[in-house]
């Protein structure tokens, strides 16, 4: 439940004002192929901040995310893998690392690349090309790839084998796990301010009582040194009487000795 918190969080911040829309989106797509929701929001947030910083606008970032995130999760089912290690290989593939797709019969290389920007009216060369034109580039090339090689729609079209079935009840066990989380968290939550408000309030009185504390031991040490000091001025006078008897002693051991002779 936390992490759902977490992605919704960063599912609306991404998003902005399209945030409905293309949670609407998802959740019919969930909804279709039997997915979680809140992975899918996940793999959409992925691809949407790949596609703004390449500088798309936010429109088409927001649709070009949905849209590759159902391609992600038709690669995934078509080839048997994880939908998040389908996800990485895109955003590898449009990133420039070609080689992430090769074995599923998508060829991105250089050459190919310039091909289809030629077809696209593009002559500039592929290292002067923007990386927004060759995106798009790439995004065709990926799609002629896969539509000819029937991956469009798997993902919908194993719902019901085994794998589908399988990835469907992960998905009802994390929407299981995510309604339980939803009732404790703000119990949860709740108990940890309490905490807090308990750890401040310690910590405002920890100053002063420290601040006594030391004072404390500043008069016990004072206490101390003037017990010390008076018990070395105690010792002085002891000594100096000793001294003055023992001289007495002499004297009068002397005048003993003048009286016997």
Known sequence: AGKLETVNRSFARSFGSLSSEVSKSLSEMGATIGRNVRDLKQGAVAFNSFFKGLGFARKESAELSTRLQGLSLDLASFFGMSDQAAQKRFIAALAGSPEVLDQFGINLKQAALE????????????????????????LAII??????????GDAEEAVNTYAGKMKQFLSVMTELKE????????????????FIGLGKIVKSIGTPFRMF?????????????????????????????????????????????????
């Open 143 to 152: 799609m002629r790839a896969m539509t000819s090689s029937g991956v469009i």
């Open 179 to 194: 309604t339980v989380g939803g009732l404790v968290i703000p119990v949860l939550t709740k108990l940890m301010e309490v």
């Open 213 to 261: 504390t030391e004072l404390l031991n500043s008069a016990r040490a004072r206490s101390l040194a003037k017990e010390l000091n008076e018990i070395k001025v105690t010792q002085s006078l002891i000594n100096q009487l000793e001294e003055e008897m023992l001289i007495n002693e002499k004297g009068l051991q002397i005048l003993g000795e003048e009286k016997f002779h």
């Open 115 to 138: 091909v289809e920007l030629l077809a696209r009216g593009i002559k500039t060369s592929v290292q002067t090309t923007s990386e927004m034109e060759k995106t798009h580039a790439r």
